[in-house]
């Protein structure tokens, strides 16, 4: 367990928790000629079972209060102190505000120098503690009086704190490896070594992992937990890790380590605000804020979701736009300042990190978010499936879940595409697969001498924010049970037809054998006018018309192709694909006897009709089966 101080300065934390461990955690020279913490400090005790109990100990002054936020990522237990000689101060109402922004639900109450006061002064402030906490997540919290000097009351509390973090269930471990680094330095021999709260996962010896938000990759050389050396370190625990690949100076407080997948840096993203009670006044649209997240502090601006001001106590959806990229997940806590960095005014959780720069307040977007407020995973994810497909890898990073996949719900539809994996819901999926075949119906009778739009385009036409992958599926389905039908690249209904008149089918069979001897490098539209002896306008009008109807295909505008010549070509894509893992237009060139310019139109045509994709200087095979049995198409 960690026990994480709070409290006013000169309260007496520090020589508290060195009355609790015996160890000092004033560090700095600065801090022993102050006779005050300045920096984080840090104390570990051996419990009876084999464990260690782990202490934070904050600077209490207001201008530390970034330096405490940065400690407090990752607590379990708040040991609030409060000495009987001042009472209540400024600072313990501000801490104890922030603990319960930060949701820290378990701690007790130190209350120091006893020693110094009257037995009827004890007993007065610890009434004001008990109605202080009554409207706090501490509410209940037991209040222990203390003379860390003389060591009154310190046996009760330590058997008090050892009790806690025995009851406290141990975490799972779950999901990928977060640490929020808040402290950096470098040791002789060692290099560079980082300190932090491991808030999710587990890590190992050896282990890859990156710096978030730089990218920087490092190996773990060496680890100790909770002050000692171990093998292994996981989430609960402090850490301290000797990373290889970085220097002291390429990370720092604020940083996280994580394991690579879960290395997505953020500057906006919404969350659930709540402005505190205390807050002077309402909180405007775009007010300027520091936030704190983890022990990363930046400068930041509050996009209200829902209204233009929020009022002290109130809670809304909210978006933060922050200055720089940090690193923070679904379900993150984070407390906000204001702009002088002079009080606190709010907090809350994260619920998006990929909020959208746009629509961010249609009822849509807020319904998801609402669906993104549901404690359970299994659950919220079936609403948000409600409403639309999901980048299932995305969400798993976003709530660092590896078993996402496991709790789709019963009917849903996963599509697995390349390094891609959406899902659906099985209602949502089937609304999809209706709305395409409605949308093909009203394209047959607005344009019924076209066969259909090809994939792409139906796609662009239909269902825009459908991801690629997930189209493909969504017409495989429809195509095998005989409800879509695919001419080469055109999608169609299988009750559409199409028919030429008799003048222009006689044109067309004028056509074909001079497009059919040419094979790979048929003749311009004015070409084939003048052999027809017809005007370039009527000639370029047929085959237009033949292109739509997926008799020919027409690679740029004046020149068209048979979809028997386009099948070979498409077979030659493949061969290259097989032999060197990609096309390129040289290689196409030597294999057609086209020319350059000739070979990177046909690849430029494979690529906007989504049988190729363009990667840099190649083009990689994404539909293999799109121009099967067109050899013989007539």
Excluded at 185 to 198: D, K, M, P, R
Excluded at 236 to 258: F, M, P, T
Excluded at 478 to 485: K, N, P, V
Aim: net charge neutral.
């Amino acid at each position: 367990m960690i026990v994480g101080t709070a409290g006013h300065i000169d309260h007496g934390k520090t020589t508290l928790v060195h009355a609790l461990t015996g160890v000092d955690t004033d560090r700095l020279q600065a801090e022993k000629l102050r006779g005050i913490s300045i920096e984080l400090g840090y104390a570990y005790q051996p419990l009876a079972d084999g464990g260690v109990l782990g202490f934070i100990d904050v600077p209490g002054h207001e201008r530390f209060i970034h330096t405490i936020l940065a400690g407090a990522a990752g607590i379990d237990f708040a040991l609030l102190v409060v000495a009987a000689d001042d009472g209540v101060m400024p600072q313990t109402r501000e801490h104890l505000s922030i603990l319960d922004l930060l949701g820290i639900r378990q701690g007790a109450v130190a209350l120091s120098k006893i020693d110094r006061v009257e037995p009827a002064r004890v007993e007065e402030v610890e009434r004001d503690l008990h109605s202080l906490l009554a409207d706090s997540a501490l509410a209940g919290s037991p209040v222990f009086p203390v003379a860390a000097t003389g060591g009154q009351g310190i046996d009760a509390l330590r058997a008090h704190l050892h009790q806690a973090a025995q009851a406290m269930p141990q975490a799972t471990g779950e999901g990928g490896f977060r640490l929020a680094v808040d402290r950096s330095f470098t040791l002789n021999g060692a290099g560079t070594i980082v300190t932090g709260t491991v808030c999710a996962g587990s890590v190992q010896l050896g282990d890859e992992l990156l710096v978030t938000p730089s990218g920087k990759p490092v190996r773990l050389r060496s680890l100790h937990v909770m002050n000692r050396p171990a093998q292994t370190g996981a989430a609960g625990q402090r850490c301290a890790l000797n990373l290889a690949g970085v220097g002291k100076d390429e990370i720092g407080r604020g940083d996280w380590i994580v394991s690579p997948r879960l290395h997505a840096p953020t500057a906006r993203f919404d969350v659930q605000l709540k402005l505190s009670p205390n807050a002077a006044a309402a909180l405007p649209h775009w007010a300027p804020v520091h936030l704190h997240l983890g022990a990363a502090h930046v400068m930041a601006r509050v996009v209200l979701l829902q209204g233009e001001t929020l009022a002290p106590g109130d809670s809304a959806l909210a978006q933060l736009v922050a200055a720089r990229p940090i690193g923070a997940l679904h379900g993150d806590r984070f407390i906000l300042r204001d702009a002088d960095a002079r009080h606190t005014l709010g907090g809350g959780r994260v619920l998006d990190p990929d909020g959208p720069p746009r629509k961010r307040k249609t009822a849509l977007r807020l319904a998801e978010l609402a669906a993104l407020q549901i404690p359970d995973m299994a659950q919220r994810l079936n609403h948000l499936l409600e409403t639309q497909g999901r980048d299932l890898d995305r969400l798993a990073v976003n709530w660092n879940c590896d078993t996402l996949a496991d709790a789709l719900p019963t009917g849903s539809k996963l599509v697995c595409a390349r390094t891609e994996r959406w899902a659906f819901s099985g209602a949502h999926w089937t609304s999809l697969q209706e709305k395409l075949r409605a949308d093909l119906a009203r394209f047959h009778e607005q344009f019924p001498d076209e066969l259909g739009p090809d994939a792409a385009r139906a796609r662009r036409m239909f269902l825009p924010r459908l991801p690629a992958a997930a189209f493909t599926a969504l017409t495989d389905e429809l195509l095998a049970d005989g409800t879509l039908q695919r001419s080469g690249s055109w999608l169609h209904l299988p009750t559409h037809r199409i028919a030429l008149t008799p003048d222009d089918e006689a044109l067309y069979q004028r056509i074909r054998p001079w497009l059919q001897d040419a094979c790979f490098d048929p003749p311009w539209v004015r070409d084939l006018a003048r052999l027809a002896a017809r005007d370039e306008t009527s000639t370029r009008r047929l085959l237009q018309k033949l292109a739509r109807q997926g008799k020919l295909y027409q690679v740029v505008r004046d020149l068209f192709y048979l979809p028997e010549t386009v099948t070979r070509l498409a077979m030659l894509v493949q061969e290259l694909e097989h032999a060197a893992g990609e096309t390129r237009a040289a290689e196409f060139r030597d294999r057609t006897g086209i020319s350059r310019k000739r070979a990177v139109q046909v690849l430029e045509f494979f690529d906007r009709v989504g049988y190729t994709r363009r990667v840099r200087e190649a083009h990689r095979l994404r539909s293999a089966d799109m121009f099967a049995g067109q050899e013989h198409a007539v």
